[in-house]
């Protein structure tokens, strides 16, 4: 296994060379990777089913994602990336203005922290890597401990199909150990970092990069409650179809999406929650990703259902197959004094759904909230009340939804996963879609360079 130090400095030996490959050859190799992986296919999904408990569909599903998004960014390296050109111009109304070329760079290496509940389209070749690798940077990725094997598997063949593509040694690497991602974040040849995990690792890590003495990017993504409005009159118009999507929303991968609803903020007369806790019942058992995030989970549920101001409106049993669901209530004056207890995340299939008395308390619920990668109202076009809830939750969450459900971040050009601190550690950029690329470029101005003798 190679030590980190080894990895970075192959790392930073390949940087230049792969940044200066024709876009062309950019692509190709991207395009490469997709098809090694999709050809591994059957080697690739056992594996990740052993390590991850995941079903067999989820997982085929999520490895054609993974393989869309790497053709998605080849496709992005094939059109360029933004260059402003500013010809000279003497007259220039403040003074003459120099011929400039305004063009993007890449970063450098860049370290990623692999997710476990996305074992290949946040994994080791997930977009962070993908988008990394697009913008022009060698990435190391930090592999989750909760699928070594899958993730070594992974590797070997990214690196392989990179390789024959004609990418220069050092282009890619996994490594492992807690110690060794922390030496990584602190290693001045490593110029960004990209994470997806928990609040606390997240926090801990970004600390560290701000510490160094070239503080560099640390894109995390940490955490999130997604939380969910109802207008009273959605309530009334469509309660049964508002509580299923619900229900199946928060209980989907069994609770294990970092979108997951996990408030659902109704009218106190609605119903809805009855209504959900009915469709709550009939939901099966299903297996967690593995041992940390289980211990996470029940302390977690522990918290919220010891709390004072919380009812449990159906209790998931654990049994051999991993935890049921649950489902608690609170009430918004509850939530609005204790925000910081019964707003947590737990990850997980649990969720809580909170009664409002009026349209001010449920504004000032959103008000309440703080950074969320998802915001959600289900209302109704002639509701007074939406047009001031929407500008609270685009105030508070980077995707703003109207009558849907987080869960499902589709890889496309406008969409944005990212939001405030706490979902984020830079709201400012996004993990998914092709505007990914931004977070491991940075801007060079040329004045009056020759355009044969530019670097770029």
């Not at 909760?146 to 996994?174: M, Q, Y």
């Not at 999406?257 to 109704?266: A, D, H, I, N, S």
């Not at 489902?327 to 649990?350: I, N, Q």
């Not at 601190?421 to 491991?440: E, I, K, M, Q």
Request: hydrophobic fraction near 45%; charged fraction near 20%.
């Amino acid at each position: 296994m190679p030590v980190i130090a080894e990895v970075l400095a192959a790392a930073e030996t390949a940087a230049r060379p792969w940044a200066k490959l024709p876009l062309e050859r950019r692509a190709a190799a991207l395009d490469a990777v997709a098809d090694a992986l999709d050809g591994a296919a059957g080697e690739l999904v056992p594996l990740a089913q052993q390590e991850s408990h995941l079903p067999e569909a989820r997982l085929r599903g999520e490895l054609g994602r993974t393989t869309f998004q790497l053709r998605l960014f080849a496709r992005q390296v094939r059109e360029g990336f933004e260059v402003i050109a500013d010809e000279a111009d003497p007259d220039w109304p403040v003074g003459p203005r120099p011929a400039l070329r305004r063009v993007l760079v890449p970063l450098g290496p860049v370290v990623v922290f692999a997710a476990s509940n996305f074992p290949f389209a946040f994994s080791v070749a997930g977009g962070d890597t993908a988008s990394a690798l697009a913008a022009g940077c060698p990435v190391a990725v930090k592999a989750h401990p909760g699928h070594p094997r899958l993730s070594d598997a992974t590797g070997e063949i990214v690196a392989r199909a990179l390789t024959g593509a004609g990418a220069p040694e050092g282009t890619f690497a996994v490594f492992h150990g807690d110690e060794a991602g922390r030496d990584a974040v602190l290693d001045p040849r490593v110029k960004a970092v990209a994470f997806t995990g928990s609040l606390r690792g997240g926090r801990a890590l970004f600390d560290l990069a701000m510490s160094r003495p070239e503080p560099i990017p640390f894109y995390g993504e940490l955490g999130s409650v997604n939380p969910v409005f109802v207008t009273p009159a959605a309530a009334e118009a469509r309660a049964g179809e508002i509580a299923s999507g619900y229900v199946d929303s928060f209980t989907m991968g069994a609770g294990q999406f970092c979108t997951k609803p996990g408030l659902l903020v109704v009218p106190s007369e609605s119903g809805l929650a009855e209504a959900a806790a009915e469709r709550v019942r009939a939901k099966a058992a299903a297996p967690l990703l593995n041992e940390r995030i289980a211990t996470g989970y029940t302390a977690g549920l522990g918290r919220l259902t010891g709390h004072a101001d919380v009812r449990v409106l159906v209790r998931g049993a654990e049994t051999e197959d991993g935890p049921a669901p649950t489902l608690l209530a609170t009430t918004a004056s509850a939530l609005l004094e204790h925000g910081d207890e019964l707003g947590a995340e737990c990850f997980g299939p649990v969720s809580l759904v909170v009664r409002y008395d009026d349209e001010e308390q449920l504004l000032a619920v959103a008000r309440s909230l703080e950074g969320q990668l998802t915001g959600t109202v289900h209302g109704e076009e002639s509701d007074a009340v939406a047009p001031s809830l929407l500008e609270e939750l685009a105030a508070r969450a980077g995707r703003v939804l109207w009558n849907g459900w987080p869960t499902g971040v589709s890889v496309t050009h406008a969409m944005h996963h990212g939001g405030p601190y706490p979902a984020t550690t830079s709201p400012l950029h996004t993990s998914v879609g092709t505007t990914a690329t931004a977070r491991f470029l940075r801007p060079v101005a040329f004045q009056n360079v020759p355009k044969q003798l530019m670097p770029v």
